[in-house]
């Protein structure tokens, strides 16, 4: 089992960068693929980045070329640094990790982008 636990949201101006962190309870070296998904009220979870054991890395087209994912697992922990930051950023960003064929999500955390 993987418990997810993401920090680093908050309340950023439209043009302002935040940096997510998601720490894992487990070597994420030992973890599969990871993920950043996230969730506007009224609407569904959407992809953000996606980060496969192998591969290239995924990017929603609505962030593509501001966020980058990243993993340090020395630190057993996965980030998404969020640059140029727009109102319709705003969501609550979920960490996401699949483990042994089952998929964990962390609790989520508060972005929120003002104009």
């Known amino acids: 089992q993987v418990q997810l636990m993401e920090s680093g949201g908050g309340l950023v101006q439209a043009g302002g960068s935040l940096r997510l962190s998601c720490a894992a309870s487990?070597?994420?070296?030992?973890?599969?693929?990871v993920g950043w998904y996230r969730q506007a009220p009224g609407k569904q979870r959407e992809l953000v980045a996606h980060?496969?054991?192998?591969?290239?890395?995924d990017y929603s087209d609505y962030v593509k070329g501001r966020f980058t994912i990243s993993r340090d697992n020395a630190k057993n922990t996965v980030y998404l640094q969020m640059n140029s930051l727009k109102p319709e950023d705003t969501a609550v960003y979920y960490c996401?990790?699949?483990?042994?064929?089952?998929?964990?999500w962390g609790q989520g955390t508060q972005v929120t982008g003002s104009s």
């Open positions: 980060m496969p054991t192998g591969g290239s890395i």
């Open positions: 487990r070597s994420i070296s030992s973890i599969g693929a």
């Open positions: 996401n990790a699949v483990y042994v064929l089952n998929v964990y």
